[in-house]
């Protein structure tokens, strides 16, 4: 019967030995107090683990439905039930790896073990964080690109359209009879000899004005009454109130859309922050998971041992 006998550190601190060492019936052998070898293994087994479990759990989700039957479960039950899979996957897969990691290494020191768990947990997270903003990654400069694309191809047509502009030089007939009708146009026009479409533009020009606000407010807006009132054909007080009425609805729209947008902001605010904690939530039950699966790694080696020895 071979013996074994573990020279452990007699306690925690700065100077607690790097290495525990087992004499055996045939020699000793030295395990280093963490082992890479043995955490590298442990997170290769969680990546693949988990990625199993993913695709029994897609499996099983798509199973579930049947468009024909009309017994297809609804979009948020699909989420729950995703939600909830990936939990129970990810625990499973990180306690596994701990657990392989501190049996690997061969320790028999629990926090050791808790230890190989945790650290098999973090590198695993890291690799899976990659991993995923990797592929995002992708996508999102396969989506830049195919912008540039859009945005090049619409500059070209830009260009191609300006060129019979760019060959006249700015010196066209059409430009100079606009200029040479806007030097004829009087400063304030009668608004009953205006044509609609000169009263169009002046109305949208009032209009900026009067939006603007300041000293140059009221005069706009009396402007655009009396424009308004001498192209329907109506009393300037049925004008003011036309103009005061569509003034409080575009207010109200505008008060409408100012607040609808707040609300999405809160609601995003607020679904991001469940995320957040979810998030949290699972990490922290992967490492828990991690750290039970290496100290039970090892309290099981201590126990192997023990048999032995007797």
Do not use: C
Request: proline letters at 3%; hydrophobic letters at 45%; aromatic letters at 6%.
């Amino acid at each position: 019967m071979s013996t074994n006998t573990f020279n452990d550190p007699p306690y925690r601190g700065a100077q607690a030995l790097e290495t525990t060492t087992t004499t055996m019936s045939g020699g000793t052998h030295t395990h280093r107090r963490i082992s890479w070898a043995a955490i590298f293994g442990g997170v290769i087994l969680v990546v693949a683990l988990q990625l199993l479990l993913s695709l029994l759990g897609a499996g099983i989700g798509l199973g579930t439905i049947d468009t024909n039957g009309g017994t297809t479960p609804t979009g948020s039950n699909i989420g729950i039930g995703a939600g909830v899979w990936w939990v129970v996957s990810s625990i499973i897969a990180l306690g596994f790896g701990g657990y392989v990691s501190a049996w690997l290494a061969g320790i028999e020191l629990r926090w050791d073990g808790v230890l190989h768990g945790l650290i098999t947990w973090g590198i695993a997270t890291l690799l899976t964080i990659y991993l995923l903003t990797s592929a995002i990654g992708g996508i999102v400069g396969g989506g830049f690109s195919a912008l540039g694309s859009v945005t090049s191809a619409a500059g070209s047509g830009i260009k191609d359209a300006a060129q019979p502009l760019a060959q006249a030089a700015g010196v066209s007939p059409d430009v100079i009879q606009q200029q040479a009708q806007g030097y004829l146009r009087p400063t304030n026009p009668d608004p009953a000899s205006m044509s609609p479409q000169d009263a169009q533009k002046e109305v949208a020009t009032n209009l900026v004005t009067y939006t603007r606000g300041g000293d140059g407010a009221p005069t706009a807006r009396e402007r655009i009454v009396n424009i308004m009132a001498a192209q329907q054909h109506i009393s300037h007080d049925d004008a003011a109130k036309q103009f005061d009425d569509a003034q409080a609805k575009l207010k109200q729209t505008r008060d409408q859309a100012v607040q609808t947008a707040k609300n999405a902001a809160d609601a995003s605010a607020a679904a991001a922050s469940k995320t957040s904690f979810a998030a949290f939530g699972n990490l922290l039950l992967g490492a828990i998971a991690a750290a039970i699966g290496g100290s039970t790694a090892v309290q099981r080696r201590v126990n192997v041992t023990q048999r032995v020895v007797r």
